[in-house]
T-cell receptor, first 115, second 116 residues
Framework: AQSVTQPDIHITVSEGASLELRCNYS??????LFWYVQSPGQGLQLLLK??????LVQGIKGFEAEFKRSQSSFNLRKPSVHWSDAAEYFC?????????????FGQGTILTVHP | GAVVSQHPSWVICKSGTSVKIECRSL??????MFWYRQFPKQSLMLMAT?????????EQGVEKDKFLINHASLTLSTLTVTSAHPEDSSFYIC????????????FGAGTRLSVL
């Protein structure tokens, strides 16, 4: 079965600093990978996705992520964090086959931004 | 585009009563909708997958008689928590996907259920 691990439960950065959120996945085939952001009490907003092709994907709000097959990773990055980026971030893997399109989420990483 | 509306956003009910949560795709036809449950400070756990016009498929450990899912149209799915108990208190989130772009799910804002 597929799984997603986000090793960092909570990350704190200063506004303007760079950010990297880690995500490792386990899946037997080529994965579909996603990063979502959730503000308190809200649903999830899709930041970016990887299906195939260029391993560096660009998303909304200045985020990007790089798929590294050899490391089974899909880390999220942003060069300069804004206070409004404070939220919880979820990495997810989408499956194929009989479970086509189902998402398995990581545990989430809470991002705190200091002024 | 691709907006999913979930209603209500917050509901409080007495133990033993039933609660219905609606999930609507506002600007697209959702052939499949998903229902998730999220406990405080935890990730989303898939409860069930519903395809329009057919019975929902429940994940292992989810009581289908307690969590009734109906997906009667291409824009509406409902989750009814029957005979709710305090342990059912949680944050419930729905998502929807189109017939095309099947790997992309669009999420509602969630419903916080508190059972007294």
């Amino acid at each position: 079965a597929q799984s997603v691990t986000q090793p960092d439960i909570h990350i704190t950065v200063s506004e303007g600093a760079s950010l990297e959120l880690r995500c490792n996945y386990s899946y037997g085939a080529t994965p579909y990978l996603f990063w979502y952001v959730q503000s308190p009490g809200q649903g999830l907003q899709l930041l970016l996705k990887y299906f195939s092709g260029d391993t560096l994907v660009q998303g909304i709000k200045g985020f990007e992520a790089e798929f590294k097959r050899s490391q089974s990773s899909f880390n999220l990055r942003k060069p300069s964090v804004h206070w409004s980026d404070a939220a919880e971030y979820f990495c997810a893997v989408g499956t194929g086959g009989t479970s086509y399109g189902k998402l398995t989420f990581g545990q989430g990483t809470i991002l705190t931004v200091h002024p | 585009g691709a907006v999913v509306s979930q209603h209500p956003s917050w509901v409080i009910c007495k133990s033993g009563t039933s609660v219905k949560i609606e999930c609507r795709s506002l600007d697209f036809q959702a052939t499949t909708m998903f229902w998730y449950r999220q406990f405080p400070k935890q990730s989303l756990m898939l409860m069930a997958t519903s395809n329009e016009g057919s019975k929902a498929t429940y994940e292992q450990g989810v009581e289908k008689d307690k969590f009734l899912i109906n997906h009667a149209s291409l824009t509406l799915s409902t989750l009814t928590v029957t005979s709710a108990h305090p342990e059912d208190s949680s944050f419930y989130i729905c998502s929807a996907r189109q017939a095309v772009a099947k790997n992309i799910q669009y999420f509602g804002a969630g419903t916080r259920l508190s059972v007294l």
